[in-house]
């Protein structure tokens, strides 16, 4: 579940979207774990990132401004037969929302 995104649901069309998205240029990100909570099969992590975009010539107008980005993720895994998979995933930004030109003019 990226932000500003819908949703990607299933192997296919998550690799489509990964794909579509490393296709717009050169990523660079680092994520942190801050916090995994595990319970029998399920467990859920938390954390940080930080990434950076060098745009490619099929990336979006405008796409590139808005990187370096921070921001928090939630990550849902389930253990399937031995192994540990993810079953939802979901980033959003901790850049500050743009005020409309409205808002920022009253008092």
């Known amino acids: 579940m990226l932000s500003s995104e819908p949703v990607a649901r299933g192997r296919a069309a998550i690799q489509a979207k990964i794909a579509e998205w490393m296709g717009f240029g050169t990523w660079q990100i680092t994520a942190a774990t801050t916090r995994v909570d595990a319970n029998g099969p399920i467990a859920v992590e938390q954390g940080t990132y930080v990434q950076d975009f060098k745009a490619g010539p099929r990336a979006p107008a405008g796409m590139a401004a808005m990187f370096p980005d921070t921001g928090k993720y939630v990550t849902a895994w389930k253990k399937v037969n031995g192994a540990w998979l993810i079953f939802a995933d979901i ?9 409309p030109a409205s808002a920022s003019k009253r008092r």
């Open 91 to 99: 980033t959003n930004t901790s850049r500050a929302m743009p005020m």
